[in-house]
């Protein structure tokens, strides 16, 4: 909904913390779920870890919104919907949270989100909280084949049914 999207910036960016540069972390260098890879595409440059480490709100909102939110179209999906797909797309890329919800719809599976998919989501038998349960248990199975669950697994369970949760309560 195009009105969540401030309230979903809220959200991930209290999942996603401040600066980490964990060794077994494939993204690498990270400041409020920003790595340093989209920043530098993000500004056209290599950067700095000072300035990953002080990384402007308005970049980080910008990048959330352009790179996240519109390629999810995060306007246009059911609140709740929105918010798992959001946080997925942050964690996992736009195009894997698009293929998970598409795989379980019976929409066509191109990791982009358009009118036929909307509509598929809308139109889900076991409706809009029945998405999010689906959305969430998918997310779940696909941390569970990553090769680095054992390191990051509690902490992507946690954050997934957290964002259950929060998307349940986005219905009311």
């Known amino acids: 909904m195009k ?4 309230h979903c910036l809220k959200l991930v960016l209290e999942h996603e913390g401040g600066f980490v540069n964990h060794p077994k972390d494939p993204g690498g260098m990270t400041n409020k779920g920003i790595t340093k890879r989209t920043y530098e595409k993000y500004l056209g440059r290599e950067v700095t870890e000072d300035e990953m480490r002080n990384i402007p709100d308005e970049d980080v909102k910008d990048i959330y919104k352009k790179k996240y939110w519109d390629k999810i179209k995060g306007d246009d999906l059911p609140s709740g919907v929105d918010w798992c797909i959001f946080d997925f797309a942050v964690n996992a890329g736009p195009s894997r949270a698009a293929r998970n919800v598409q795989q379980f719809v ?15 989501i809308t139109q889900y038998p076991a409706g809009i909280k029945g998405v999010i349960e689906t ?28 964002t259950r949760e929060q998307a349940i309560e986005l219905l009311y």
């Not at 929409?107 to 982009?112: C, F, K, L, R, Y």
């Not at 569970?144 to 369970?157: E, S």
Request: proline letters at 0%; glycine letters at 10%.
């Open 3 to 6: 009105e969540n999207f401030d």
């Open 106 to 120: 019976g929409a066509s599976i191109d990791g982009v989100i358009g009118a036929k998919t909307i509509n598929r």
């Open 135 to 162: 959305y969430t248990a998918q997310r779940s199975q696909f941390y569970r084949k990553l090769k680095t669950y054992n390191t990051f697994g509690k902490g992507w369970d946690r954050r997934t049914y957290k």
